[in-house]
């Protein structure tokens, strides 16, 4: 081995690192630098007009010197349709089951 060329595979070696060294700062910086671009971006949005409102108010309150009482008459006069409506509906269901019984047991008799 001569002394040239130990001194070009120590140029070639230093020159690769240096291109890798390089390589890698260049692409770190980028990724780097778009998030930064990004962060930014959001920052600015945060604090624009469009995300930022006040609130108003629409209309004016409502306020009642008293408390609202429940309707009692109406609360009864419901339950009582409600309950009525529910048993007439009952009584033709039962009716419906039975005669769907006689029928199968007519069935039945009819089959011996």
């Known amino acids: 081995e001569t002394i040239p060329n130990l001194e070009r595979q120590k140029k070639n070696l230093y020159d690769d690192d240096i291109r890798k060294l390089q ?3 260049e692409e770190t910086l980028q990724t780097k630098k778009l998030k930064l671009e990004e962060r930014i971006e959001d920052l600015k949005y945060k604090i624009s007009s469009l ?3 006040n609130s108003s108010l ?3 309150y409502v306020i009642h010197d008293y408390p ?3 309707k009692k008459k ?3 006069v419901v ?3 409600t309950g009525f409506i529910l048993s007439i509906f009952l009584v033709f269901f039962l009716e ?3 005669g769907f019984r006689l029928d199968e047991d007519t ?3 009819e089959a011996k």
């Open 68 to 70: 609202a009482k429940p």
């Open 23 to 25: 390589y890698t700062i």
């Open 96 to 98: 419906f089951v039975k």
């Open 58 to 60: 629409v209309g004016e």
């Open 74 to 76: 109406l609360i009864v």
């Open 79 to 81: 339950a009582f349709i």
């Open 107 to 109: 069935k039945a008799i």
């Open 51 to 53: 995300n930022v409102q």
